[in-house]
């Protein structure tokens, strides 16, 4: 079991996401970056659908009462074994009683904290992945007890590591494809698309990301049709807004682009005042 002595700013559990369930509105949800998630998963010998926290700018400081073993991948928060600093991407041993805390942000936005076995958390059509109104609670509180499995086997540290690309928490490039309405906008407004340089504004959440820089908008609202995390949504009022895990099934906004996964993990890992360029 592991007891959450303090949240942080945004912690969830989430795994990879609802899969099966938008014909009934459901929302994805699931890691912000996936990549990272999964790394953590990988290192550590688990499936890499096996639920991980999902820290957003501020570390959870939490006490483990079994003994396992943890990795954190994703964002720099200066993580901590009783004060001990620890390294990312690492297998490391966690014995009964130990603290894990984190410290200073210095790089990308959302960590990711895999546990041996997954967290065994409260399970809803399919995922463990946190949701209003689909999971008791969205995030973790205060004083939150996590299950772990109490049985598994320590394997021991491992010396090997992983090298990870840190062009991947820095480049400004998001990848994308054309989408549904694409080609709807006039040469000019296309064009627009791949040459400005767009700044992510405020307001962005697990549900969505907006740009601060409006798009002419000619065009009209569409019939409401199917939408993913990754839809770029242009709005009446030449908003662009960026989709993410937790966005709505559908959506009555042209679709003018649509993210490729690994963008979306990128996106994710970026503050407000980020800048991004679009690429085809």
């Known amino acids: ?64 009462n079994s003994q396992t073993c943890v990795c954190i991948s994703g964002a720099a928060m200066s993580p901590r074994i009783n004060n ?8 490391i041993k966690i014995n009964v009683g130990d603290v894990l805390s984190f410290g200073k942000l210095s790089k990308g936005f959302r960590c990711y904290l895999a546990v041996s076995g997954g967290f065994k958390t409260e399970e809803v059509m399919g995922s463990r992945s946190m949701y209003l109104g689909v999971t008791d609670q969205f995030k973790l509180y205060k004083n939150d007890t996590l299950l772990i499995n109490e049985n598994n086997s320590y394997t021991g540290i491992k010396n090997a590591s992983v090298k990870v690309n840190n062009r991947y928490f820095t480049t400004k ?89 690994s963008a979306i993990n990128i996106l994710a890992q970026k503050f407000t005042g980020g800048l991004i360029n679009f690429k085809l």
């Open 84 to 91: 001990n600093t620890i390294k990312h991407n690492k297998n």
């Open 173 to 261: 490039e998001i990848d994308v494809f054309k989408g549904p309405e694409f080609e709807f906008l006039s040469e000019n407004e296309q064009a627009f698309l791949f040459k400005k340089e767009f700044t992510i504004s405020k307001d962005n959440n697990r549900m969505a990301y907006q740009l601060s820089e409006p798009l002419e908008n000619s065009l009209k609202p569409i019939i409401t049709s199917a939408v993913l995390p990754g839809t770029v949504q242009l709005t009446p009022s030449g908003k662009l807004i960026i989709l993410m895990r937790d966005c709505q099934t559908t959506g009555g906004y042209p679709r003018v682009l649509q993210l490729k996964e």
């Open 1 to 64: 079991m592991v007891k959450v002595l303090a949240p942080g700013l945004y912690s969830s559990i989430q795994d990879l996401g609802r899969i099966g369930f938008q014909k009934y509105g459901v929302p994805y949800s699931g890691a912000m970056d996936v990549y990272s998630a999964a790394l953590a998963n990988h290192i550590l010998g688990n499936n890499e659908n096996d639920a991980v926290i999902e820290m957003t700018m501020t570390g959870a400081k939490l006490q483990f």
